[in-house]
């Protein structure tokens, strides 16, 4: 079936929901006339997309795609093709056209980040047609109709709304109001022209669809005319979309200073950015419990899938205020190391991609005088060069029965943005 | 010339230990032998020890018995005694001394047997178990974060407890089966001390780690005391319980010793760098008071960082 997908519906929980929901769709005549016309004309260009395992012969995964250009050019997700590019020597992708017809496709450009690939036609028939792109994206509340083949029933199409693009994220997703099911994924999401505005990509349930948004689709076309990508490439084109993803994500958020607020008795950065979505909580209503413990997390909304065992590009800030005024010194000082006890990695990732954590700890000092048992960890990723998954935890010493912890955890990152992150992360907490 | 005979038991302890100045003793179970044997097996005159006149050596003669005369378990007539050659007659065993043989040595007394007797005293282990008691449970009240019930808590603490009684028992039971004493008491003070002590260490490990954040030898030294105390203890606990050379006890005590850590730390090492999504760090952290060591600056802990960046991408070649 096809890989899932990650998605980061509420707050403290990072659910990880895959594309499962099967609703019957319920629409209006009116669009029930507009998506048969749309299905009629586009058929010949919408394809399933089959990962074919070399030793069995028969498809390990599925997802669809459209064909854009007369050269035989198809669009898809990444995360259904990421089997190929991860074991190219273990996998060929196929398609399965309208008519039945099969045929195999080469890998022509990969963006791990926006999750799209591109993929070429080995034969083309005499007559090619393509699904036009759109040149904007349409008002919100506006119609817009997603095709795919969700679990390899055949091409359907799901007329949807259109309600704009994500607010706050930093991986910009269209937000569509229709069911997307596995086996979508990599399908187009066209408006009332038949013009590509957005690709599946992922479902929150319950109505709730994500698109990879038109102007994503348009920078993939720019690889349109390039050559097919060498086995031996397809890591360092990953590498470089990664780099240079965490350059402008670390960019925008090293390069203005933190908004700060109250927690406990410290002052923390509270929001560092518009597109981290931040969630709080107590143990105040917990009558029993002989501690106060204040909680303020945020993280990024959504991570880069580069295959079934390994995520990036996350990031996750956690900070926790303790008081165990009655719990006294030692017994809170106990306490206070079992919560720092056990922190655990913020991404998914296999012991192939992935070294094992080493950390680095100290006391230290910042510039606002507050006191930290400190600790720096860092795993290197073994495919890709210059990439780290970092993890950070903090606790302050300054008080007897009292205490902050700060923890952050960050996957494929540069050194050079760690440093200068946890620098700044360091120094931005004080006491009020 | 004094012959002397020796009653053995089954192991050939000695029991009882008879001395004849006279150069033959007769062996029977009539009432007129030299030594009066009740054994139902043995004839009423069954045997005749006597010193040979030209040799000067003991002998056995079989006075006609119904069942003979074993020596060193081979039935004899008449036989030509060396020393440690034991008799069997009926069903007694018995050893013929030959009083010119000089004896072994004295094994020389050790000081530290005096030196460790104040251990042998009843109110001192009762006291220390119960020192035992209120640590534990003293330590699982401070790991605690919810409201502390202390009768709730003992039963736990004393199953502990009397998992560590398996120790100084068994030591106790191997003495009493070899020596007939078992010192028990010496034991279990012994095993309180060595419980408390090692207490002691830990809490001088989690103070010595929390403040200057050892590297990899810290390890390294911990095996080493680690295997020094459970070497002593084992020592002393030989000492107490049995009577040896002390070149067998160090040999005995070092060999137990490494039979407790080699599992444990092969286990240890083969497992140490498998692959885990959580990193292995050191978790403690101590109240202001047992904060000694000075903190370094955020500067600092962001230069040494680099070298952990070095050491992350030496992993990716293995």
């Known amino acids: 079936m096809l890989a899932p997908l990650n998605i980061i519906v509420t707050g403290t929980l990072n659910l990880r929901i895959l594309l499962f929901m099967l609703t019957v769709f319920c629409s209006l005549a009116h669009s029930q006339q507009t998506a048969q016309n749309l299905f009629g004309q586009h058929r010949t260009a919408l394809y399933q997309i089959k990962i074919i395992e070399l030793e069995s012969g028969n498809k390990s995964s599925i997802g669809s795609g459209f064909q854009i250009d007369s050269s035989g050019n198809v669009v898809t997700n990444y995360h259904v093709v990421s089997e190929y590019v991860y074991n190219p020597d273990k996998f060929r992708i196929e398609y399965l056209a309208y008519d039945g017809s099969e045929g195999q496709l080469q890998l022509v450009d990969v963006d791990v980040v926006n999750d799209l690939a591109l993929v070429r036609k080995v034969t083309l028939s005499e007559q090619e047609s393509a699904f036009p792109i759109a040149q904007s994206l349409p008002l919100q509340g506006s119609a817009i109709y997603s095709l795919g083949n969700p679990h390899d029933l055949g091409m359907i199409v799901v007329p949807g709304t259109f309600n704009g693009l994500k607010k706050s994220s930093f991986y910009q997703r269209i937000h569509f109001t229709g069911s997307i099911n596995p086996g979508m994924s990599g399908g187009p999401v066209v408006n009332e022209l038949g013009e590509v505005v957005g690709v599946n990509v992922a479902t929150a349930g319950n109505q709730i669809g994500f698109l990879i948004p038109l102007a994503k689709i348009q920078g993939l076309l720019k690889s349109q005319d390039a050559q097919v990508l060498k086995n031996n490439q397809l890591k360092p084109r990953i590498q470089e979309q990664l780099l240079v993803n965490q350059n402008k994500l670390f960019s925008l958020l090293n390069n203005h200073p933190w908004e700060t607020s109250e927690l406990g008795e410290a002052i923390i950065p509270s929001k560092i950015t518009d597109f981290i979505s931040c969630w709080g909580g107590s143990n105040t209503s917990d009558k029993e419990a002989l501690y106060l413990s204040v909680e303020n997390r945020c993280q990024l909304d959504e991570q880069i899938y580069l295959h079934s065992g390994l995520r990036t590009g996350g990031l996750e800030v956690e900070f926790e205020w303790l008081d165990g005024e009655s719990l006294g010194e030692h017994r809170f000082y106990n306490f206070y190391s079992q919560s720092i006890t056990g922190a655990g990695a913020g991404n998914i990732a296999s012991k192939n991609d992935v070294t094992n954590f080493r950390c680095q700890q100290d006391k230290v000092t910042n510039i606002h005088n507050v006191t930290n048992k400190t600790l720096l960890c860092l795993r290197a990723y073994k495919e890709f060069e210059q990439l780290y998954d970092v993890l950070f935890v903090a606790a302050t010493l300054d008080h007897a029965y009292r205490g902050l912890i700060s923890h952050y955890t960050l996957s494929g990152v540069s050194k050079e943005s760690t440093l200068i992150f946890t620098r700044k992360f360091m120094d931005s907490i004080e006491w009020q | ?318």
Request: charged letters at 15%; one cysteine or more; glycine letters at 4%.
């Open chain 2, 1 to 318: 010339m004094a012959i002397v005979l020796e009653l053995l038991s089954r192991k050939n302890i000695p029991l009882k230990h008879y001395k004849f100045e006279q150069d033959y003793v007769c062996v029977g179970r009539d009432f007129n032998n030299d030594l009066r044997l009740d054994d139902p097996y043995i004839c009423p005159s069954h045997m005749l020890v006597a010193i040979d006149p030209e040799s000067g050596k003991l002998m056995v003669n079989d006075c006609q018995s119904t069942n003979g005369i074993k020596v060193n378990n081979k039935f004899v007539r008449q036989a030509i005694l060396n020393s440690q050659d034991v008799i069997k007659i009926g069903r007694t065993r018995l050893r013929i001394i030959d009083t010119k043989v000089p004896l072994a040595e004295a094994i020389p007394l050790s000081e530290l047997e005096e030196d460790l007797s104040w251990l042998n005293q009843g109110f001192l282990a009762i006291f220390l178990s119960l020192v035992c008691v209120g640590f534990l449970l003293l330590s699982k009240y401070l790991g605690s974060v919810q409201e502390f019930n202390v009768i709730k808590a003992l039963p736990s603490e004393l199953g502990q407890l009397a998992v560590f009684c398996v120790w100084p028992l068994s030591f106790a039971i191997l003495a009493k089966v070899v020596k007939k004493e078992s010192h028990i008491v010496s034991q279990f003070s012994l095993m309180w001390i060595v419980v408390l002590f090692v207490n002691g260490l830990i809490l001088l490990q989690k103070i010595a780690i929390f403040n200057i954040h050892p590297g990899a030898w810290f390890a390294w030294l911990e095996l080493v005391i680690f295997a020094t105390v459970v070497a002593i203890f084992i020592w002393l606990s030989l000492f107490v319980a049995l009577h040896q050379a002390n070149n067998r006890r160090n040999i005995i005590a070092i060999s137990m010793t490494l039979v407790i850590l080699a599992p444990i730390y092969t286990l240890g090492f083969l497992n140490s760098d498998q692959f885990s999504p959580r990193p292995n760090y050191n978790p403690i952290l101590l109240p202001p008071t047992y904060n000694i060591t000075s903190a370094s600056q955020t500067d600092k802990f962001i230069e040494q960082a680099d070298s952990l960046f070095t050491q992350v991408d030496k992993l990716k070649i293995k």
